[in-house]
């Protein structure tokens, strides 16, 4: 699905265990969109990225969410002491650094689901 | 924060025949794209417009962004069975912030 890579593609946490998604764009892009999907429901905005710096967090939840991408690896979504409300879909899409047509490039998402 | 509503939210269609579906905003956009979802996948970009008043066509898929910038709509003919699945719009404000979505659309279609 246009060589964005996520994995794992299906994760099973108990509740308060913590769960970490990973996200490798695609080649030569330096931006990256973490999304989320509740069944039945559209896509909301988590969190925009560049290498090393976070740009727009403004759909993060205020706890026991982060996110990095780091200088050198994929972009890392962390939640901590995970709910059973966490369970969705949660998707990563890249673009290329020089934006130009803004068109963003999803992978085909990972699946948490918390006992 | 920036709403997109898309109507229907649901549609069920006979194959061969013409889909209609579209998306509005409280928000100016600058770019609106739209992308179809199958099941257990991610979304797939179908087209992307970028200026008001713009109509884009991909195969048998047309789309128009609209002059108030608070709309598009995607039109879909001769349906096949493939076409089956969820229809999302997305708008953009800034050529460097993020994508919002719209409800969907879940198509249906039957031979």
């Known amino acids: 699905n246009a060589g964005v890579m996520q994995n794992p593609r299906h994760l099973v946490r108990r509740r308060g265990q913590e769960a970490r998604l990973r996200c490798s764009p695609m080649k030569g892009h330096s931006h990256v969109y973490w999304y989320r999907q509740l069944p039945e429901e559209g896509l909301k905005f988590m969190v925009y990225l560049q290498k090393e710096n976070i740009i727009d967090e403004s759909g993060m939840p205020k706890e026991r969410f982060s996110a990095e991408f780091p200088k050198e690896g994929p972009s890392i979504l962390r939640i901590q002491q995970v709910v059973r409300g966490d369970s969705a879909a949660y998707f990563c899409?890249?673009?290329?650094?020089?934006?130009?047509?803004?068109?963003?490039?999803f992978g085909e998402g990972s699946r948490l689901t918390v006992l | 924060g920036q709403q997109l509503n898309q109507s229907p939210q649901s549609m069920f269609i006979q194959e061969g025949e013409d889909v209609s579906m579209n998306c509005t905003s409280s928000s100016i956009f600058n770019t609106w794209l739209w992308y179809k979802q199958d099941p257990g996948e991610g979304p797939v970009l179908l087209i992307a417009?970028?200026?008001?008043?713009e109509l884009t066509s991909n195969g048998r898929l047309t789309a128009q962004f609209g002059i108030t910038r608070k709309d598009s709509f995607l039109n879909i003919s001769a349906s096949i069975p493939s076409d089956v699945g969820i229809y999302f719009c997305a708008g953009r404000t800034g050529t460097a912030s993020k994508l919002t979505f719209g409800t969907g659309t879940r198509l249906q279609v039957t031979l």
């Open positions: 417009l970028y200026k008001a008043g």
């Open positions: 899409a890249s673009s290329p650094p020089s934006y130009g047509t803004g068109e963003l490039f």
